[in-house]
């Protein structure tokens, strides 16, 4: 169950009340919020691929210059295609177990950030590194930005 006190900021740091059941995963050294972890669903039904979030505004900042500095395509050069297609596979199958027993409406797709091939969003593949996955593109973002990763849940 998440605390009020959570809601209220990871509020503040979405600029708009979440839409989906979350779970505050990693914490910054000030214990605020820095990753959630989304239901696959929003409260409306509605599929929501990605699974966890980077909120931390100074991780989101860091992370945003450099996608901005084509961040994207570096990725795509540096990491084996093979262990992203893994990481894609392994997230959404994670995601997938969480989806409520029956559900037949419409589902999430495609793994890391709703990507089915390659990286479209670095944000999502250090989202869930810092929560504790097996990313590739994300240990090469957490190289880039020159943090050394432990799956601690604090950042």
Avoid at 26 to 34: C, D, F, H, M, Y
Avoid at 111 to 126: E, I
């Amino acid at each position: 169950m998440t605390s009020a006190e959570d809601l209220a900021a990871v509020t503040v740091l979405l600029g708009r009340e979440p839409q989906a059941e979350f779970e505050v995963v990693v914490r910054n050294g000030e214990g605020e919020p820095a990753v959630i972890c989304n239901a696959p669903l929003l409260r409306d039904g509605t599929p929501m691929p990605t699974r966890y979030w980077l909120i931390d505004p100074v991780l989101v900042a860091a992370v945003s210059r450099l996608e901005a500095s084509g961040g994207v395509r570096a990725a795509m050069e540096a990491v084996d295609i093979k262990e992203v297609e893994v990481a894609h596979q392994v997230y959404a199958t994670e995601r997938d177990s969480q989806l409520p027993p029956g559900h037949d409406g419409p589902a999430p797709f495609g793994g890391v950030g709703g990507t089915r091939v390659g990286v479209k969003c670095l944000h999502a593949h250090f989202a869930w590194l810092l929560a504790g996955g097996e990313d590739p593109v994300g240990r090469w973002v957490a190289a880039q930005l020159s943090m050394p990763m432990a799956a601690t849940g604090r950042v």
